[in-house]
Each structure stands twice: as C-alpha cells, then as structure tokens.
C-alpha cells in the first residue's frame, strides 16, 4: 500500500497537506510547504529535528494526501506532496523492519534524513 498524492479540491483525500486557504476553509496542515525553494531539505531538517515529526509522517502511510499542486504545475513531480509521500512510505517499511524500535528508528533517520 502506498501513499497517494491527489488534489484537494477536485480529488476525495484523507489528511490535507497544504498551506491555510480561508476562501476554501482549510487550516494549515503541518505538512504545508513553508520551504522558500528546497522542500525534501526542509523536510528532512523537520524529521531530524522536530520531536514526533517523523511518527506523524509514518500516519500517512498508505493514505490519499490532498494538495494543490495535482492539476496545476506543468510538472506535478515537484510538489512537496511527493516528498511527503515518499518519506511516509519509507519510514512506515523501516519502522517494520525494526520491529517498533524507537532508538534504532531515530539513529536511522538521522543518517538518511
């Protein structure tokens, strides 16, 4: 099972992923895009970081992201969803691996992170 990006406006998603848009009710998530340009860096600093970041992303694992991006860029590969995705995807198998070891799950997001 893998983590899905779509668009939120046009696609049924489970968790929303972007930045607050009043017009459309949706609060900030956060997994929004607050880069200013390198997300995955951005991203990766957050997972290494960031206290319980890294179990919030595993909870996306397998679920459909909604986003802006779907539809609107030439190139929906850069959306900041697909970095999203992918860590959740990667953390969730890596978790398994190491059967809910915390301290070995934390030593390993530290070196790929």
């Not at 397998?62 to 929906?76: E, I, P, Q, S, V």
């Amino acid at each position: 099972m893998k983590t899905e990006v779509v668009h939120c406006m046009k696609d049924e998603y489970d968790v929303y992923i972007g930045r607050r848009n009043f017009k459309a009710g949706l609060p900030e998530s956060p997994f929004a895009n607050r880069s200013n340009g390198d997300f995955e860096n951005y991203f990766c600093k957050k997972l290494r970081d960031e206290p319980g970041f890294a179990a919030r992303v595993m909870n996306l694992h397998g679920k459909r992201l909604g986003c802006w991006c779907k539809g609107t860029h030439a190139d929906f590969s850069h959306c900041h969803g697909h970095v999203v995705a992918k860590w959740a995807d990667l953390i969730f198998d890596q978790w398994q691996k190491l059967s809910s070891d915390k301290e070995a799950m934390r030593k390993w997001i530290n070196e790929v992170a």
